[in-house]
């Protein structure tokens, strides 16, 4: 007698990034059992992508070409079977998309989508002729200026448009996108039979049908209405004609969306019952994979700095982005993106040590906290938020209604207080820009720190003196979209089984996936006694040199 069937069930994640496609096979524990990936650049040469994206002839033009993910598809299963996966045990599939993307199907494309032949690739069959639009846009485009300013008056301005769908229009969003490309390439658009965003054309390919968007990955493209997690007719009439017919009507991220199709029974020896559970946006399945609670930030701190917050109720960000919560479906999540981050630090780390992170560190150590009054901040890019750029330093002697406010100092007595005054007057930045967005720090606040300096344990420091809250990190080599996507295809499945019972109330998602697995989190940092009493009061005088220097701007 083996195991029983429910020890053997697995679990199959996709994580369709920028750069590449991976995917995680998980045990019924929520073990890795197996990983693979390809890299589109080495992978897949003839594609000639950079970065795994191909720059358009004009400015600030990017796209794709959606073959190129249906062979990575072909390629990564493949991989999977060599490394002996048994593909027979996974009972639910679902995925993770670089958000806002965009594929447009033909009539052919669909009609061969749910007619695949088990003896070819899916690349012989889903090939170009599948697509109208063959150089699709992705997230790094941002050509579509005009069509944000359309929409936007269109509904009645920039505060309605982020009212309705979590964000102003933003250029890189799908709205905006798709109307371009219905006023640029009219045909296409007419002859474009449904439209899918990344995550949602994963779980097409395994459906064998066009799938449904989610309204977690769906919040990312100016269309949709988040507080009713619906379409809104209005956004919908201002981006291009019959649009809700190509969209279809998008579902809750815990949805199973149907079995998987007959061509990965045949081909890979799927089960016949095995579910496609609806994909979700990568920023969205990065939260699902940390495994955090609801009074948890998570600051990623790389190129650029980024915060994600979870909100019980819809905060209205005019700079930022709210979406619908990928697990806590009746939840919202926030995102709040900083540009001086990573190459800042560098910059300031190269000029006062040369390049030394270990001298940069003992720097920082060796200055006490608050930095005898000495503060700084650092926008030698425009700033988000606040719009302003520039380089401001203040020693605690300058008043802010003074004259020599605006000018501040040219430079600090020594490297010591440059690096603190640079790492705290980021940190005092970002928990500055949150608080004054309406997101509250309590007591109970714990701060997840991911991202390149996740790894530096005298930033972290920082991290948990200026927001006054403990510091965890997670586990090396953890991929947080990926583990996601296949996280919430365990819970799905979870949530749909229940259902046929009907006997007991659901466990949340973060309960029942940590009732099978660990966190995998560390504490690295807990905030010193006095934080508040250093910290409180430098915010506020924060925030007079980041008025000012919005000003002088």
């Known amino acids: 007698m083996g195991p029983p069937k429910q020890l053997k069930r697995t679990f199959l994640g996709f994580d369709l990034s920028t750069q590449k496609l991976k995917a995680v096979l998980l045990s019924s524990t929520l073990e890795v059992v197996a990983k693979a990936e390809v890299k589109f650049d080495t992978d897949l040469p003839e594609f000639r992508t950079t970065g795994g994206a191909n720059a358009g002839p004009n400015k600030n033009e990017y796209y794709v070409q959606p073959v190129m993910w249906v062979k990575a598809m072909d390629i990564v299963l ?23 993307g965009s594929l447009y199907w033909s009539k052919h494309g669909i009609n061969t989508l749910q007619k695949l032949d088990s003896d070819k690739f899916l690349h012989a069959q889903i090939d170009d002729s599948a697509f109208v639009v063959n150089r699709t846009p992705i997230w790094m485009d941002a050509t579509t200026t005009k069509q944000c300013l359309e929409m936007e008056m269109a509904v009645g301005g920039k505060l309605k448009m982020v009212e309705l769908t979590g964000s102003k229009c933003y250029e890189r969003f799908t709205g905006p996108q798709i109307r371009k490309i219905y006023q640029k390439r009219c045909h296409a658009y007419d002859e474009a039979v ?22 977690s990955d769906g919040s990312g493209m100016n269309l949709l209405n988040i507080s009713k997690r619906n379409w809104s007719k209005e956004c919908l009439n201002v ?9 279809g009507l998008p579902v809750s991220p815990h949805t199973v969306l149907g079995n998987v199709s007959k061509y990965f029974v045949k081909r890979f020896s799927f089960s016949p019952d095995c579910k496609v559970i609806a994909s979700t946006g990568d920023n969205c399945s990065s939260l699902s994979g940390m495994l955090v609670g609801s009074n948890w930030l998570t600051i990623s701190l790389g190129t650029s700095d980024t ?83 520039g380089i401001l330093r203040w020693s605690k002697e300058i008043v802010p209604s003074s004259p020599e406010a605006a000018k501040g100092l040219i430079k600090f007595s020594s490297p010591q207080i440059e690096i603190r005054a640079l790492v705290e007057g980021q940190m005092l930045h970002h928990r500055a820009v949150a608080e004054d967005l309406g997101y509250h720090f309590g007591p109970e606040t714990q701060i997840l720190v991911t991202g390149g300096a996740s790894v530096n344990k005298s930033i972290l420091q920082t991290v948990a003196d200026v927001f006054n809250s403990p510091v965890h990190v997670q586990d090396e080599g953890h991929e947080a979209a990926l583990m996601g996507a296949a996280y919430r295809a365990a819970y799905s499945l979870y949530l749909h089984e229940l259902d046929k019972n009907k006997k007991e109330e659901p466990l949340s998602y973060r309960e029942y996936i940590l009732s099978l697995t660990s966190n995998k989190l560390d504490l690295m940092c807990e905030p010193h006694k006095d934080s508040e009493q250093i910290y409180g009061p430098m915010l506020l005088r924060y925030r007079e040199m980041a008025r000012i220097l919005a000003t002088e701007d």
């Open 78 to 100: 493949e991989r999977l079977v060599m490394q002996q996966a048994d593909l027979s045990t996974v009972a639910g599939v679902s995925g993770s998309g670089q958000q806002h």
């Open 194 to 215: 449904r439209i899918s965003l990344v995550s949602s054309f994963i779980s097409s390919l395994f459906l064998g049908a066009v799938a449904p968007i989610d309204f």
């Open 239 to 247: 981006c291009a004609p019959d649009l809700d017919e190509r969209l």
């Open 307 to 389: 915060l994600m917050v979870s909100m019980k109720n819809q905060l209205h960000w005019e700079e930022g982005h709210v979406l619908c919560h990928p697990t806590d479906i009746e939840s919202f999540m926030g995102l709040l993106c900083f540009r001086n981050a990573s190459l800042v630090r560098e910059g300031v780390n190269k000029s006062m040590t040369g390049g030394n992170w270990d001298k940069f560190n003992e720097y920082l150590d060796s200055t006490p906290r608050g930095n005898f009054g000495n503060m700084a901040i650092h926008f030698p890019d425009m700033e988000i938020i606040p719009k302003a750029q």
